[in-house]
């Protein structure tokens, strides 16, 4: 934990898709208003941080959503990132790339990858990541080599199991958790409406995973980062110790303000600053 006269100030990004140049830009603009760096930068997985197309071809998704993104520009050194990065894998990642280092590793300045689950020390705060989303029929098996891309659907690498949780769970705590999909049971009754019949959530009780919500469960995180869903949400989890979790559910970079988050913590408290419109 940061002491109490210590501000931490940070900002969330939720899917980015190759959209580097446009994080950049929003994230440069609300350090500007706030007149301070950021100490750092959290994104939720769909980074998609492509060196070329053979980084491209490892990734799972449809042929309209394959495009190579501003990463090689990055990653060429003809652009940069302004403040220290961490992120987790989502869904859509280039895990040929990323899974060279499965236990993270820094793929340009100050542009992290947090590894299948990583734990990682941030001006005090101990933030902790789990890559990838849950399939029921992948969670009880091991994850293909990267020797078998090529001769295994790329989906197959796209999933986090049990083991990985298992790691997760014992880091014991977390002071922020990043998990690409959303932990389930985090929708107030009020909003429930909202969920009815939408991409990916047929109603709120099927939105999230069941293991998303255990780590929030077991490490009760100050705060919860997720994305996956393109959609901004704000939710909470109430523990039997008394602590409570914020949820902070980003939508995607395309979609403009609602992908961001800022947020200061100064000893044990947390709280989230509306960003300027
Ligand atoms: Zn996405």
């Not at 959290?42 to 990463?71: I, N, W």
Request: charged content about 25%; hydrophobic content about 35%.
């Amino acid at each position: 934990m940061p002491t109490d006269s210590q501000e931490v100030v940070f900002a969330a990004v939720g899917d980015v898709h190759g959209h580097m140049n446009r994080m950049v830009d929003h994230l440069r603009h609300q350090a500007e208003v706030l007149r301070r760096p950021f100490d750092f930068i959290l994104q939720v997985g769909d980074f998609e941080p492509h060196r070329d197309e053979a980084d491209l071809a490892t990734m799972s998704a449809p042929a309209k959503y394959r495009q190579l993104g501003d990463f090689a520009a990055y990653h060429q050194a003809r652009r940069r990132f302004p403040w220290p990065l961490y992120f987790i894998g989502g869904n859509h990642e280039p895990y040929g790339y990323l899974d060279t280092h499965p236990e993270g590793f820094e793929l340009v300045r100050h542009c992290h990858y947090l590894g299948r689950v990583g734990v990682v020390d941030l001006h005090g705060l101990r933030v902790v990541g789990l890559s990838g989303i849950y399939q029921e029929e992948s969670f009880r098996v091991q994850r293909p080599p990267l020797s078998a891309l090529g001769s295994v659907s790329t989906k197959a690498f796209t999933y986090f199991n049990e083991r990985d949780v298992e790691q997760a769970l014992e880091l014991g705590r977390a002071d922020v958790l990043l998990v690409h999909d959303w932990p389930s049971g985090i929708i107030a009754p009020e909003d429930s409406a909202g969920f009815q019949g939408k991409r990916r959530s047929p109603n709120a009780d099927t939105v999230g995973n069941e293991y998303a919500r255990l780590l929030v469960d077991a490490l009760q995180p100050k705060l919860v980062l997720c994305g996956h869903m393109h959609r901004s949400y704000r939710g909470s989890v109430h523990h039997a110790s008394g602590r409570t979790t914020q949820v902070r559910c980003l939508a995607s970079v395309e979609q403009g303000l609602d992908a961001f988050g800022l947020f200061h913590f100064r000893g044990d408290a947390c709280s989230e600053t509306l960003l300027d419109r």
